[in-house]
């Protein structure tokens, strides 16, 4: 289906207002085309009386009841567009607050999977620019075409009515007008979709150099990222220029149309006044009508232009709508289902997986972690370490096998209910604009600040806190940059204690805080970690030393299980890990 179609039957509950508006334009039109039909009265009048040597003061006493009638319509004219203009504001505001929800609500429910095939900057595009652009052609597009349609029509009627001879040669430059507008809006929406992507491309490059600044001074690619920068803004402004050459390319020929038509009244019309076949009065009322016409088709083709522009964004907006949600058929709760003693036991059943069915890495992999035990998986990086917790977390599908978690299959759990039993604390701390009592509470948006405060005491966090200005209450904005690494790792890790949950995952938790403060995490971590399962990720060996078992991951398959000591005494793979790290650590 056409996106603008879409959009508009999408846009159903609008309607009522929409034939509001209608029914405002209709009423100003009527205003608007009765007007030059008085004013041709009044200049009739003026030119008899005139004619038959009457005093002006007369001559304007006789048409002073016209002149009041013309002041009312062109009144009437301005309150019905002033109507029009502020109700399609609102309309316009609704359909864009509806679209832009579903799509915000709808990136919620994308697999993780689309995220990395695509561009944040576009994503953000999408949602800002091409929203936006939507937004103005609704605005100020959907009411223009409206009163350009009623107005043409009326004003041809009123021009047939007057002189169906002059009117037919009216019509006849007002159809190829028409044609030239259709010949645009065919190739008008491919150039605006080059537009919308290019600044999608260059947003995504902005966004590169906002977020890797540090990185890029420090290896001082100041030059190469602004010459790639400036190679994307070099596509966009060719992109931008291809748009406003072909919404500018239009107007010139409606124009030379335009003069055509006002060419042909002068002409045709004197003649026919000469003839007495038509009074001076409606000729200049022709050349208001030919006004009327003229007008809203150079509106039109500005228009038309831009509905291409928003057929495009509209495009790309429905791109993500309609992008697959992550499959959520699952319909048991975890908690009210299992029945063994231990919670959190875990299973990969002969589990086979890849990002695509083209490339399976994981092939028939079977783990069995016990409820309540420590496993660390450990490996050379790009071995598929996160790639499993990853699993367990069901950010990706299997392609074989199944994972269960006491017993239950992942698949069929709700994504809520198997989220609910599962805290993940990643190397890299997510912080969101708010305070750090919200930040930690994120979890548990009901948690007190009692609460809140003893997990970031067993966290290890509590004492920074508490040297920052306002505490708790201090604000973090942009991903909480005014704190170190290692500080907002820890306020990560309070969120994850807070939450509770039966089995907790540790991605490389611990990487960005200190040795000294990584002791005393780990001290609170032992406590906290009893009675739950826990996966620890880890590549400081020293800090796993301990587990229940350790799993060593090599190309996405399992080469070796076991104790520390059973593992450095099997002198295999962990061996020369561990020795590689012990190794590093001496230097």
């Known amino acids: 289906m056409n996106p603008l179609k879409r959009f ?24 608007e085309v009765s007007a030059p039909i008085f004013l041709g009265n009044i200049v009739d009048a003026i030119v008899q009386g005139l004619t038959n040597g009457q005093d002006m ?17 062109y009144a009437g004219h301005a309150l019905c567009t002033y109507f029009g203009e502020y109700m399609m504001a609102s309309i316009a505001a609704s359909m864009v607050l509806t679209l832009r929800n579903r799509m915000s609500k709808h ?32 605005q100020e597009g959907v009411p223009g075409i409206i009163s350009s349609i009623i107005g043409i029509v009326g004003a041809i009627a009123m021009m047939l009515w007057i002189s169906p001879l002059l009117g037919t040669s009216i019509i006849g430059i007002v159809l190829l007008g028409m044609a030239c507008l259709a010949w645009t809006s065919k190739r008008a929406r491919r ?14 490059g902005v966004e590169e150099i906002v977020i890797g600044k540090s990185v890029i001074q420090a290896f001082s690619l100041e030059t190469t990222t602004t010459d790639n920068v400036t190679e994307l803004n070099a596509t966009l402004f060719k992109r931008m220029r291809s748009a406003s050459f072909m919404s500018q390319l239009i107007y010139p020929l409606v124009s030379f149309l335009n003069q055509i038509s006002y060419v042909i009244v002068a002409i045709q019309g004197g003649i026919m006044v000469l003839r007495g076949s038509i009074s001076i009065g409606d000729i200049q009322a022709f050349f208001l009508y030919v006004t009327q016409v003229s007008d809203p088709i150079s509106r039109s083709s500005y228009i038309i232009t831009k509905f291409q522009e928003t057929a495009a964004a509209l495009g790309r907006i429905y791109e993500v709508i309609d992008a697959p949600s992550e499959v959520d058929d699952g319909t048991i709760t975890l908690s009210a289902t299992t029945t063994t003693s231990h919670k959190g036991t875990i299973h990969f059943d002969h589990v086979d997986f890849g990002y695509s069915e083209s490339n399976v890495f994981m092939k028939d992999l079977n783990i069995h972690i016990p409820g309540g035990s420590m496993a660390a998986i450990v490996g050379p990086t790009g071995a598929g370490k996160s790639t499993l917790v990853n699993l367990i977390m069901r950010f990706y599908e299997v392609l074989g096998g199944r ?16 989220h609910k039993e599962i805290g993940m604390v990643l190397q890299d701390a997510w912080i969101f604009t708010g305070t750090i009592a919200d930040n930690i509470g994120y979890g548990k948006p009901n948690a007190t600040r009692e609460e809140i405060e003893y997990v970031a005491k067993l966290a290890m966090a509590d004492h920074f806190i508490r040297t920052l ?10 991903g909480g940059d005014d704190l170190s690494q290692g500080q907002r790792q820890l306020i990560t890790i309070a969120r994850a204690f807070l939450a509770d949950p039966k089995i907790l995952i540790l991605d490389e938790a611990t990487a960005n805080v200190d040795t000294r403060t990584e002791v005393e995490v780990q001290k609170a971590m032992n406590t906290l970690l009893q009675g739950r399962t826990s996966i620890v990720i880890a590549h400081r060996l020293s800090t796993i030393k301990n587990a229940d078992f350790l799993l060593v991951v090599e190309n996405g398959t399992i080469v070796e299980t076991g104790t520390h000591q059973e593992l450095m005494d099997l002198g295999g793979h962990y061996k020369e890990l561990y020795e590689n790290y012990a190794a590093g650590m001496s230097v």
């Open 8 to 31: 508009l039957v999408e846009s159903k509950n609008q309607w009522g207002w929409l034939i509001l508006l209608i029914v405002a334009l209709i009423g100003a039109s009527i205003f």
């Open 57 to 73: 003061s007369i001559i304007m006493s006789s048409v002073d009841s016209i002149i009041l009638i013309l002041i009312a319509l």
């Open 107 to 138: 990136l919620y429910t994308l697999p993780i999977g689309y995220f990395h095939n695509h561009q944040r900057g576009d994503i953000l595009s999408r949602l800002t620019s091409d929203l936006d652009a939507i937004e103005e052609t609704v």
């Open 191 to 204: 150039v605006y979709l080059r537009n919308q992507e290019a600044l999608g491309e260059f947003n995504s």
């Open 403 to 418: 994972i269960t978690i006491d017993g239950v299959d992942i698949r069929d759990l709700s994504r809520e209910s198997l």
């Open 469 to 478: 200005p306002q505490g708790y209450d201090t604000v973090l904005k942009q």
